[in-house]
């Protein structure tokens, strides 16, 4: 992944050191997810100014706190942020206190704004919010971490999950106006506000993961 605007050994470091780590984390929040959560968070840099590698740093380390319990992710992932020492080479003990709390400050679910611009960048970029990647994903966290569940029983979770984060009513914030998402965020909550739609949505999802996981891996014969 390569922005001429990003210091080169940094984006080295971060692909060497740092994004390999996002392997262990399953489809919904894995290698797939924090590149595009870069991707996101520099063309927000870019549109506001802000510097590109901090945007780029914190995007790379912001889910890294999934190796522990998912409800204080954000929290650990802001501390090992703080404690790698390595990032000292790139960015100053100011910067450094920015970039943990922009990460602590980047769940969707967190009771206060963002704390700086680049929480809000993060926070933005993270939210991915094209339908097929809401949808996908959460079908997928489901089965990743549910897979004793029932069809009806997954789709009874997508569907609470769909209403109390994305819906009119849910807790998801946009903090950058005018940004691509909020086009993204009226379409799916259209498709909520249909639930025969929203249950298409996610048959077509469910099939399509639970068909990938049923192909052998011919790598990896029995």
Do not use: C
């Not at 870019?46 to 510097?51: F, H, N, S, V, W």
């Not at 802001?78 to 400050?105: N, P, Y």
């Amino acid at each position: 992944m390569i922005d001429q605007n990003v210091s080169l050994d940094l984006m080295q470091f971060v692909e060497t050191n740092i994004l390999p780590k996002y392997n262990d984390f399953g489809k919904s929040h894995g290698l797939a997810h924090v590149q595009s959560v870069i991707k996101n968070s520099l063309e927000l840099a870019r549109k506001i100014g802000a510097d590109p590698n901090m945007a780029y740093a914190i995007a790379a380390y912001h889910d890294i706190g999934m190796s522990g319990p998912r409800a204080i992710h954000h929290i650990t992932g802001g501390k090992i942020m703080a404690s790698d020492l390595r990032l000292k080479r790139w960015f100053s003990d100011d910067q450094l206190r920015v970039m943990r709390e922009a990460i602590e400050d980047h769940r969707a679910s967190a009771a206060h704004a963002p704390r700086s611009i680049y929480g809000k960048i993060v926070a933005e970029a993270d939210r991915e919010l094209s339908p097929e990647s809401v949808f996908r994903r959460t079908v997928q966290f489901g089965l990743e971490h549910y897979p004793e569940k029932s069809r009806e029983e997954h789709w009874e979770r997508f569907s609470e999950h769909m209403q109390n984060k994305y819906s009119t009513n849910g807790y998801i914030t946009l903090w950058i106006p005018n940004s691509p998402n909020e086009k993204s965020l009226k379409l799916i909550r259209d498709i909520i506000a249909q639930p025969q739609l929203l249950r298409q949505e996610f048959e077509k999802y469910y099939d399509e993961e639970t068909a990938k996981a049923s192909i052998p891996n011919d790598n990896n014969p029995t």
